[in-house]
């Protein structure tokens, strides 16, 4: 049986590519996306990974070579690939990792952010489906 790969561990020790099977992301955490059909990073996922991710994905830190403070740093990933799906956001493991859809995985840790709200990973959702603009 063939495994997925999924970037986990974002802010913790930096990056960190996990082998697991689809059953070891539990689907059930992850919120559903936005009905929102105009998110965009700069108005709405960027103010969010600002205050929840830039102490360790901005311009000052990147755990993991990975930066979350533009869109093109986001896309290109980190040093284990890509952390968005464009178009598949119940696959990409940035949504995985801010959702604890992976047992002792949710980003940001404890002491380094508040978690995301279900909202706030609800609007990441609908912008990933949305193309990612």
């Known amino acids: 049986m063939l495994k997925n790969y999924y970037l986990l561990g974002l802010c913790v020790t930096g990056l960190t ?8 992301v539990d689907t059930k955490k992850i919120p559903p996306a936005s009905t929102r059909t105009d998110v965009t990073f700069d108005k709405d996922i960027k103010p969010i990974f600002e205050k929840a991710c830039f102490k360790c994905h901005g311009t000052e830190k990147q755990k993991g070579k990975l930066r979350v403070d533009s869109l093109a740093a986001i896309k290109k990933g980190g040093e284990n690939g890509e952390v968005i799906l464009i178009g598949k956001s119940d696959k990409s493991s940035l949504v995985h990792a801010v959702s604890g859809a992976v047992e002792d995985e949710l980003m940001p840790p404890d002491g380094k952010g508040d978690p995301l709200t279900k909202d706030q990973i609800g609007l990441i959702r609908a912008w990933i489906d949305g193309g990612a603009k």
Request: glycine share 0%; aromatic share 0%.
């Open 17 to 24: 590519l996990v082998s697991m099977s689809a059953a070891d």
